[in-house]
């Protein structure tokens, strides 16, 4: 049976809160989604080793999963889910440009195989099967996107840093403070989310999206380009906002909650 639309949900701030319990009431609400007839699937920065779990709390049957901000797609095959379509860049050029101008930051590569590999071990980051090596080891292998954290440097620093690299060949996003995470060029949600819609043969303008972040832009355009929804959290910064179709309340008042209702 076809599905009655496509609902792409980001995780982070807009499932759920920053101690990884849900959002008020968007549990129930996904059930309610799902079990009137909508495909409801994730599509978020998070690799998959961290995003497997939120899939399993929310319940969802979905065949695919956007993970890595577009760069990998996971699809269950009897039950099992296998990486269908992952698309890398070579880092070496990238790293050279940041190591230049953030030495002393934390740097982090995930492969096409989905291991990632780090300088150093950091809390934020899902390293489970990740291995430690040198700076050097990072750029030997094709990737499937380039994470950069560095305390010490606020948003403003890193769009300074981004226009002095020059990184034009490379799409990225800001995703929190000293935060910078990098994808192949024209790679994003949406990308992904558009050859997921194709397969499944649905109706561009029965999509769906939400989210909070600068890395949600290129669905939300996406979304309304075709003549969907694109749903921007409450908590979202004004650039987020504006790109975005709607405006929703913020996550720890249940705004995705909210939203997604409106489907019903």
């Not at 990238?94 to 590569?109: T, W």
Request: hydrophobic share 45%; with cysteine; charged share 25%.
């Amino acid at each position: 049976m076809t599905a009655r639309g496509l609902v792409g949900l980001d995780i982070d701030g807009t499932i759920i809160l920053p101690d990884e319990t849900p959002s008020p009431g968007v549990l129930d609400a996904v059930t309610e989604v799902r079990e009137a007839g909508y495909e409801v699937m994730l599509a978020t920065g998070r690799s998959w080793a961290g995003t497997r779990h939120i899939e399993e709390m929310l319940g969802l049957t979905a065949e695919y999963a956007v993970c890595s901000n577009g760069a990998v797609t996971m699809r269950r095959v009897d039950g099992e889910w296998q990486r269908w379509h992952v698309e890398v860049f070579d880092p070496a050029p990238v790293l050279k440009l940041l190591a230049e101008r953030l030495p002393d930051a934390n740097y982090m590569v995930e492969l096409g195989t989905g291991e990632r590999l780090f300088t150093k071990h950091l809390d934020d980051w899902t390293l489970d099967g990740g291995r430690q090596v040198g700076f050097d080891e990072l750029g030997a292998t094709p990737v499937s996107r380039i994470v950069v954290v560095s305390p010490q440097h606020d948003e403003a620093d890193f769009e300074r840093v981004v226009a002095e690299a020059g990184l034009n060949e490379v799409s990225y996003a800001i995703g929190w403070t000293a935060w910078l995470d990098i994808a192949p060029q024209g790679v994003d949600k949406g990308t992904a989310l558009e050859r997921v819609r194709g397969q499944l043969d649905l109706p561009h303008d029965r999509v769906f999206v939400a989210g909070d972040g600068r890395n949600d832009l290129g669905m939300f355009a996406w979304a309304l380009f075709g003549g969907g929804r694109a749903v921007a959290m409450g908590q979202a910064v004004d650039e987020v906002q504006r790109v975005a179709g709607e405006l929703t309340g913020v996550v720890e008042d249940g705004g995705l909650t909210t939203a997604l209702r409106t489907l019903l």
